[in-house]
């Protein structure tokens, strides 16, 4: 069977690399599967969004993804993408911890209103829909 390389990565580490026969990816518009030979394609990815690999018949692997995009060219997937984990590795328990944190580091700064402090809240509130999402994938609450 034909395959494709494939890269899932975050700005400091890669979740996958390796071979692959097809890849399901969750762009803005709507998920989009990829098989070899595929045309040139650039999407941002969808928020929360699930990417699904098939590496061969009997394997399948998921990563939840948000934000960042993702490029095909030359049988090359790369799905590069801000905040990622593959689904195996989601702990709801250190997640929920996680968000718990961000959200007091949110009021923290909410309550200090200092202009200065934007950019840190903005970065916590992306940690949070981060959580939120692995959380909702998970079928828990935050």
Known sequence: MASMGCIVALPDKALFQGEITYANIPGTDGYFGVLPGHELTVSLNREGGLVTLTIDDNEKREFLVMGGATSVLDDKVT?????????????????????????????????????????????????????????????QAA
């Not at 799905?79 to 961000?102: H, K, M, P």
């Open 79 to 139: 799905v590069l993408a801000r905040f990622g984990t593959a689904v195996e590795d989601i702990d709801a328990e250190a997640v929920r911890a996680e968000a718990d944190e961000c959200k007091s580091a949110i009021a923290e700064l909410e309550q200090k209103n200092d202009p200065q402090d934007q950019a840190t809240l903005m970065t916590w509130q992306k940690k949070l829909e981060w959580c939120e999402a692995q959380l909702a994938h998970v079928g």
